[in-house]
């Protein structure tokens, strides 16, 4: 019987094949033809390398089994083919889709491992030029995603798999001068796809740079480099391990000349000869004063290694960054040059919102930037090794780096074994070759701090390996598997999304002789994370807790027509929805308002125990190498937008670690400057020399204390006539130039004219709902089953009464669902003064079998589309939560309402303002003001809570003429329980009694500040 199929014999579907003709790993470098183009580091004027991307010939196919069997062969038809962008995903370009799954593999899980023959599959051709023969040719692959089989001028030259590896390929023997044909056959899947089962989407294609590297038949072929601080953190030892091969027909031998230079002088230099067939050297220097490499200070030194013949021509020169740093494990804690630091990391995946993780160098430059100007110093290269640009970068811009193997086998977790794959001796080859690629490739960066054994793949036999390996290979540094829960192959205990209070119980224990690093937590999805603040209190009180990377620090969202798609959008199935959009960054890089908290949490300066009696508070440097004279602090003391006087600082001397006493006024001059108000001392750190990364503007840090409280005043009485009138259920009042209306069934307000305009159209009274943030995922069912979104709102009473100086208007009612027995009685009193204020004074009481948290506790009002322009004095000028505040200092703001919106990827509950003293709404000229005797919050859309709550995309939100103003007594902290805790009890909102005070009024935009402020005052 003849076999027509065998998909066991396919390279893709064997576990035994990891690579065929693949050229061991080494770092990336290239030679150059002289030491001033060595120490230039441009690769592309090197001479020896050739960038190969751009338009390719591209063919899709279901199946690798389709048809185009010759297709590699020279002088094939492709005239019918289209073309594609290398490098780029093919599912971006129109052929196939993405699919987006969290855990869940799109293949079955079987052992031996098994991979269905739709595999969809990609067909490149492309033309290179080779000049000279006399040098050898290799083809450098950066990323493919997942397996490909490679064909040069037809004839095979080698198969690789490991998605975010690196594969090179000597084609020496396989080209000819001048035009050569190169063919790639891309797999979607392969069997190593059972280790690349990361939370992103199943995306496939040449992803990374395809580059032509030629070398001479002599030339350097590895090397391993280590600069490392000795016993004093000021001499140095450094060391260098070189592999030469001499593929001349007639090998005579070499000699080998190694430099250190800094700032271009040179401060070692030794020579050595090695004899033919001598392929090895070590190179070793000591020095007693170096300048250690760290994330504050990335000071590097220059390496150029000289390769020459027994003559002393010379070959090639090659070139290295190197930084001296030293990173132990010491007393139970993590030290980096004799500092027990914390790591303010984050996760980062390669990700553009056009161009998945086909990313570019200036994306990796945009990320570093962002990242150092929000007190960033910790990258963990989540879930794979990134394109070797990026450490470059690293190096040069000080980042601590955690590079992390392509290896995560997450999808057992769906049948219950989590060992299945990891404790399988069968896949020890394919463990220790991820790890392997990773570390020789990037050995020599003295960013990384880290090896990261890979990601949520359970623990066994094979990360015992992969552990034993690295710190036999690399002893400079530290090893980090999460999984490991018992640090047995890790030198570290690590965990993900770690509750406060576990949290706590681990600083605290004493029994354990390694650190914990929190790799993930503060689930950055939609509105949120909340919890930060308390986070880092918990890293700063105990030691071993030494800091950890927020998950994530973009979204993996794709633009589509304009709008960020996620799983589910393409008809892929199954799918994990909108999982994939949880960063700090939308996908496009837009900050959310979620970095301006990390930013202020990470802050490396600290000022607290503020004294407004002795105008003095303490400044602490929080810095682990760096004083503070690099840096310039003012204080500014200021009440609702206007400034007293600004004062310089004087922190400069203060060492990491230490802290000092500094006067930010005199005592009591505060509250004698501003006669009464509210005064605040703002203080503002920013560099003296801005760095390279940073722009225009940019604060290192920024802290506010209240220096004055503001004085209650007895209100003014004010001049005129109150009237009363009630018809039907239409309830009128007219004070001064402000007819206000309410309705008698529903116990509320539904209308404000003031000077001839309508600002409230419609009033929507109470409302204790909101559109479901992604962090309520846990909630939403609750509030759903106690039907919160729809309350009923039942009028008990409504009283009346007007004495010709002031109109009152009192409700008794409740809200309460249908069937459920639970409700919230309300007792209302509504105002009104001659001069068209509107006090409302608000006591309501759950009873019942109440749901175990609410939403909100506010009141909603429908405003005229003239109003858009926004003054408010309170925290901003971002969005903030009552857990996700402090980033947004208090002070006078404005906007637009149009601006106050932020479009989260799945539309939900956003533009909240907290700690507001008062906030106006105007067309420029007159306006709306809303004022608490306590602080609220409150937010202003053109979208009702009802369409954000409906609504699953941006585009199907139609912005509303209308204003939808929510003013709020208290919201539900926002948490992080998208993939992590909820909201601190401290930031819960309980169903308990409450009360509040807030007057409405309208006036002239003209000196609202005063008026807000008195209103204030008096109330």
């Known amino acids: 019987m003849k076999k027509v199929f065998d998909l066991t014999s396919c390279d893709w579907c064997n576990r035994d094949v990891l690579q065929r003709s693949r050229l061991a790993p080494r770092p990336f470098y290239v030679g150059y033809r002289s030491e001033k183009m060595a120490l230039e580091y441009e690769r592309a004027q090197s001479g020896s390398y050739t960038l190969l991307n751009g338009e390719w010939k591209f063919k899709y196919l279901e199946t690798p089994f389709a048809s185009d069997e010759d297709f590699y062969r020279p002088g094939y038809d492709d005239s019918a083919w289209g073309t594609i962008p290398v490098p780029a995903h093919w599912q971006l370009h129109g052929h196939g889709r993405p699919h987006y799954t969290d855990a869940t593999s799109v293949f079955p899980i079987q052992e031996p491992p098994v991979l269905q023959a739709e595999n969809p599959t990609g067909l490149y051709r492309h033309f290179f030029t080779v000049e000279d023969l006399s040098r050898e040719v290799l083809l450098r692959f950066d990323g493919v995603e997942s397996a490909f089989h ?144 760290s994330a504050e200070d990335p000071h590097l030194y220059d390496l150029l290694i000289e390769l020459r013949t027994p003559a002393g021509e010379s070959v090639e020169f090659y070139s290295q960054k190197v930084g001296f740093k030293r990173v132990e494990l010491k007393n139970g804690l993590i030290y980096i040059n004799g500092a027990a630091l914390k790591f303010r990391g984050v996760n980062r995946h390669d990700w553009d919102q056009d161009l998945g993780r086909a990313i ?50 997450n999808q057992v977790q769906i049948i219950g074994n989590m060992k299945l794959i990891s404790d399988n001796p069968a896949w020890e080859e394919s463990y220790l070759d991820r790890c392997r690629r990773m570390v020789l490739r990037d050995k020599n960066h003295p960013s990384i701090v880290f090896w990261s054994l890979g990601n949520e793949s359970g623990f066994g036999c094979n990360f015992k390996a992969c552990y034993r390996w690295i710190k036999g290979y690399d002893p400079t540094r530290l090893v980090h598997y999460e999984e490991d829960r018992g640090a047995e192959a890790a030198d570290m205990y690590s965990s993900m999304y770690t509750t406060h209070a576990r949290l706590e119980e681990l600083g605290r224990r004493e029994d354990l002789c390694k650190p914990h690093v929190m790799c993930e937590y503060a689930h950055a999805m939609g509105n949120g994370p909340g919890g930060l603040q308390e986070y880092w209190e918990l890293f700063r009180k105990y030691p071993r807790l030494q800091g950890g990377f927020v998950w994530e620090w973009i979204d993996q969202s794709i633009r589509r027509e304009g709008v960020q798609t996620y799983g589910g959008d393409y008809g892929d199935w199954p799918n994990n929805l909108n999982f994939c959009a949880d960063g700090l960054l939308k996908a496009d890089r837009t900050p959310t308002p979620g970095l301006s908290m990390l930013k202020k949490v990470l802050e490396p300066v600290a000022f607290y125990d503020y004294s407004p009696e002795s105008g003095e508070v303490t400044v602490e440097n929080r810095y682990d190498f760096s004083t503070l004279d690099h840096l310039r602090a003012v204080c500014t003391v200021q009440s609702a937008g206007k400034r007293y006087f600004e004062r310089e600082l004087g922190i400069g001397g203060i060492a990491p670690g230490e802290s000092r006493k500094v006067r930010l006024h005199e005592p009591g001059e505060p509250a004698a400057l501003a006669g009464g108000r509210e005064v605040f001392c703002d203080i503002s750190v920013a560099y003296r020399e801005p760095p390279e990364w940073s722009e225009p503007g940019d604060e290192v840090a920024h802290e506010q204390f209240l220096a004055a409280k503001q004085a209650p005043r007895a209100a003014q ?145 429908v405003l005229d589309e003239a109003l858009e322009k926004v003054s408010w004095y309170g925290r901003g000028p971002g969005e903030c939560y009552r857990d ?78 209308d204003i939808h103003l929510q003013l709020d007594f208290a919201q539900q902290g926002l948490g992080s329980a998208s993939w992590g805790p909820g909201a601190l009890e401290q930031h819960t909102l309980r169903p308990e009694p409450f009360a509040f005070c807030w007057q409405l009024f309208g006036c002239e935009s003209e000196g609202i500040v005063d008026r807000a402020e008195a209103a204030r005052a008096a109330l």
Request: proline residues 5%; charged residues 25%; contains cysteine.
């Open 360 to 409: 570019t160098k200036e994306h990796m430059v945009k990320d570093l930037r962002l990242m150092k100007r929000n007190n960033v110093n910790a990258v963990r290269s989540s879930h794979y090794p990134n394109h070797p640009d990026f450490y470059d970068l690293c190096d040069r811009m000080g980042f601590y780096v955690v590079d992390e193997a392509d290896l995560e086998c």
């Open 884 to 961: 996700n505040k402090l980033g947004c200092p208090v002070g006078l703001y404005q906007s637009s309402v149009k601006d106050l919106y932020f479009p989260y990827v799945v539309p939900q509950e956003c533009g909240s303002r907290a700690d507001v003293r008062w906030v106006y709404l105007s067309d420029g000229r007159q306006g709306l003001c809303a004022v608490g005797r306590e602080p609220l919050s409150f937010s202003a859309l053109h979208y009702s809570m009802e369409q954000l709550t409906e609504a699953r995309h941006t585009d199907e939100l139609w912005p509303q003429s």
């Open 150 to 293: 490679l064909w040069v001028n037809g004839q095979p030259a080698g198969y690789s798999q490991g998605s975010r590896c690196t594969s090179e390929f000597d084609v020496t023997a396989l080209v000819h001068e001048g035009k050569n044909e190169l063919a790639l056959r891309v797999y979607q899947f392969s069997d190593g796809s059972y280790l690349e089962n990361q939370d992103m989407w199943w995306l496939a294609g040449i992803i990374r740079d395809v580059s032509l590297i030629t070398r001479p038949r002599l030339h350097l072929s590895d090397y391993k480099a280590d600069a490392v601080l000795q016993g004093d953190l000021r001499s140095g030892a450094f060391s260098l391990a070189l592999t030469v091969e001499d593929h001349t027909e007639a090998p005579q031998g070499c000699r080998v000349q190694v430099k250190l230079l800094e700032d271009g002088k040179c401060l070692y230099e030794e020579e050595r000869a090695l004899a033919p067939g001598e392929g090895e050297a070590t190179f070793r220097k000591e020095f007693k004063q170096v300048r250690p490499w």
């Open 717 to 861: 009485k004010a001049a005129g006539q109150v009237e009363l009138a009630v018809e039907g259920d239409a309830i009128t009042v007219t004070a001064g130039q402000a007819i206000i209306t309410f309705s008698a069934c529903k116990g509320s307000l539904t209308s404000y004219r003031c000077g001839g305009r309508e600002m409230i159209g419609r009033g929507l009274d109470f409302n204790f709902y909101r559109a479901p943030i992604d962090n309520d995922i846990n909630l939403r069912a609750e509030w759903d089953q106690f039907i919160l979104p729809r309350l009923t709102n039942v009028v008990k009473e409504v009283e009346v009464d007007c004495d010709g100086e002031r109109a009152t208007v009192r409700v008794q009612k409740c809200y309460a669902p249908f069937v459920m027995d639970w409700q919230i009685d309300l007792s209302v009193c509504y105002t009104i003064t001659p001069d068209g204020g509107v006090r409302i004074e608000a006591q309501g009481t759950p009873r019942g079998k109440l749901p175990g948290t609410l939403p909100r506790i506010g009141m909603r009002f």
